[in-house]
């Protein structure tokens, strides 16, 4: 056994005490809770959501236009809480990869090291911020402001939330990236210069273009921290699930609704209940999607994808 | 004056780094000159709206910022209405969010980083740290009213909010630990296994000690986020109105996002100028803790040398 390891240390050539044992299961138990994690989202998310689908079938989710399980008529069309989603999460992308992307050119290609050092945990406070309180920001500071420059909007909308969410999820988008540019072998570089490319078109033609699969990795885990945040959306959003790509109106989106039924006293148990776990299963899916993408685009580059 | 040699590594360095006077006119200096503004005000950008954001916040705030607000309960009248309850709630949670999370998630990064071998396990557990990183907050509040409110019966206590939150917090305190373990360097190791110590007791007097002050910052930075998540707790059905402090683990809680959303969520906007003192209170909170990690790490990396 011993050799067959990576990383091979004397220690592993040393009789193993049973004390030693002992804390190596223990550890190896600590290391085991993230897989019971896993395991317990999944089970709870597929009990729940087999029991919500006992009841509604999965026509009536899938085809159905309105979703109102907690009116007195009840239709459980997932649409109108997915289209609440996308609307704020394309208002959010639109804000943030323009934001982000020029931020990992600046840092990487312009920025002296002592400045780069100073912006990037600046950036970082961005991400720390807790999200109740950009939905704040969003409901008292940036409505007003758009409602002066855009008739017709809301008090509660899908685009200044949108965009709020856009530039906090910027430090995301801007950080991958950065590191994908600065992966872009200096020889690329060089060779550009020594064509005679400018430093731009070196940046378009060159630098971009190679670090593309890192760029767009970070993009898919901005769009899906962005499907997945809860509090900007549940405060200045409104909660009126409608199937609509007017950015000005209350909409609501899934995390929104489970908020919001959270918040009610629906009994444990009942249908109404099931379907906030219908709609975190439906959540979660797709997060867990668009992180596997971005994961595997990652690796790719990690593994030296791009000689 | 500069040295003759300097001037030369000067000019050298510009002529390779494109000196656009050889080979090229005016105008793509000034592209680039343009495209490097655009780049600048990019990043500038959500600078400026976070300062705004800060700025908004304290100017809302400022009427509501006295210490009766620190000390009184919620109330029905805005102006009476205190962050008693949140505050206490918060503090609950966070002590009890840390004794849960750090054994298990120091742990964790010790057996990764100094125990396991490559195996399918070891690939599993990694797959899982890094699949649960990106799992949206909400999903942890699904499965902690599901496993810890309604299996375990722990109710809408402190205690059920804790775990929620050590379970999302517990991939982030294993990926700064085993950050810090890692830089410790193997001679050290193989220092203390020379000296005739086990495993365990190079690990403990050895490895642990050097790497203390990466992993306390990591503890701390993480607790700082924790600090501030709503969603979960909101799911597992922390209450919105309460009027005492805790007096036990399995007592019902608030927290001081909790109270912001409330206060946030209402119509009349006397409740606004509430949200936006405690949303300084927070932010204070949030920025203090930082401050500490900033300080731990610059205060007890210094006095390392190898």
């Known amino acids: 056994m011993p050799g067959s390891k990576a990383k091979s240390h004397p220690e592993l050539e040393q009789p193993r005490a049973f004390k030693e044992r002992i804390i190596g299961w223990v550890l190896l138990l600590c290391g085991l809770v993230s897989v019971v994690t896993t395991a317990g989202i999944v089970a709870v998310l597929l009990t729940e959501t087999w029991g919500f689908f006992r009841e509604v079938s999965l026509e009536q989710f899938l085809a159905d236009t309105q979703w109102t399980p907690l009116f007195a008529e009840k239709h459980f069309g997932i ?7 996308m609307l704020t999460t394309a208002t959010a992308v639109v804000v943030a990869v323009p934001l982000g992307l020029l931020s990992a050119i600046y840092l990487s290609e312009f920025a002296a090291d002592r400045v780069r050092r100073l912006l990037k945990p600046v950036l970082e406070i961005l991400a720390g911020v807790p999200t109740v309180v950009y939905g704040y920001f969003a409901l008292t500071f940036v409505t007003p402001l758009l409602q002066a ?44 210069y020594a064509l005679g490319a400018g430093k731009l078109a070196t940046i378009f033609r060159v630098i971009l273009p190679s670090a593309f699969s890192g760029i767009a990795a970070s993009v898919i885990l901005g769009l899906s921290r962005a499907i997945g945040e809860t509090m900007i959306v549940a405060i200045a959003a409104g909660q009126q699930p409608r199937l609509t790509l007017d950015p000005r109106v209350p909409i609501e989106t899934m995390t929104a609704y489970i908020v919001q039924v959270s918040l009610g006293d629906t009994p444990t148990g009942t249908l109404e209940y099931r379907t906030i776990f219908a709609v975190g299963m439906t959540l979660f899916l797709m997060t867990f999607c668009l992180n596997l993408v971005s994961h595997r685009l990652r690796q790719h580059i990690l593994r030296g994808g791009l000689q | 004056m500069s040295s003759p040699a300097q001037t030369a590594s000067a000019a050298g360095q510009r002529t390779f780094f494109g000196n656009r006077s050889l080979t090229q006119g005016g105008p793509r200096l000034t592209g680039e000159h343009a495209f490097q503004a655009v780049c600048l005000a990019a990043l500038g950008l959500p600078l400026l709206v976070l300062l705004v954001l800060f700025a908004d916040a304290f100017r809302d705030a400022l009427p ?6 620190l000390t009184s309960y919620p109330s029905r009248r805005p102006e009476a209405a205190g962050i008693l309850a949140a505050l206490a709630g918060s503090a609950y949670l966070m002590v009890l969010t840390a004794v849960i999370a750090i054994p298990l998630g120091v742990g964790a990064a010790i057996y990764l980083e100094e125990y396991a071998r490559p195996s399918r396990l070891t690939a599993l557990i990694e797959v899982n740290i890094s699949n649960l990183a990106g799992v949206p907050s909400i999903i942890y509040g699904l499965l902690g009213l599901e496993l810890f409110v309604r299996a375990m019966q722990l109710g809408r206590s402190l205690l059920a909010g804790a775990a929620t939150l050590a379970l999302l917090l517990l991939p982030m305190v294993i990926m700064a630990s085993r950050e810090a373990l890692r830089t410790v360097p193997h001679s050290l190791r193989e220092a203390s296994y020379a000296l005739g110590a086990d495993r365990w007791q190079g690990l403990r007097r050895v490895v642990l000690p050097m790497c203390m002050p990466g992993i306390l910052t990591g503890i701390i930075l993480s607790l700082a986020r924790a600090i501030g998540e709503t969603a979960p707790l909101i799911t597992i059905g922390a209450l919105t109105y309460v009027a005492f402090a805790p007096n036990s683990i399995y007592s019902a809680f608030t927290a001081l996002p909790i109270q912001i959303f409330n206060w946030v969520s209402r119509p009349q906007t006397d409740f606004h100028v509430n949200a936006a003192a405690g949303i300084v209170v927070l932010l204070g909170l949030m920025l203090a803790l930082n401050g500490v990690a900033i300080w731990l790490r610059n205060r007890l990396q210094k006095r390392i040398y190898w």
């Open chain 1, 79 to 85: 649409w109108p809480l997915m289209a609440g989603t």
């Open chain 1, 149 to 192: 420059l855009i008739p017709g909007l809301a008090g509660f909308n899908a685009l200044s939330p949108g965009i709020v969410m856009g530039v906090m999820i910027v430090p995301v988008i801007a950080s991958l990236s950065e590191d994908a540019v600065f992966a872009v072998p200096a020889s690329l570089r060089e060779g550009s």
């Open chain 2, 64 to 69: 509501r910022l006295t210490w009766d607000f």
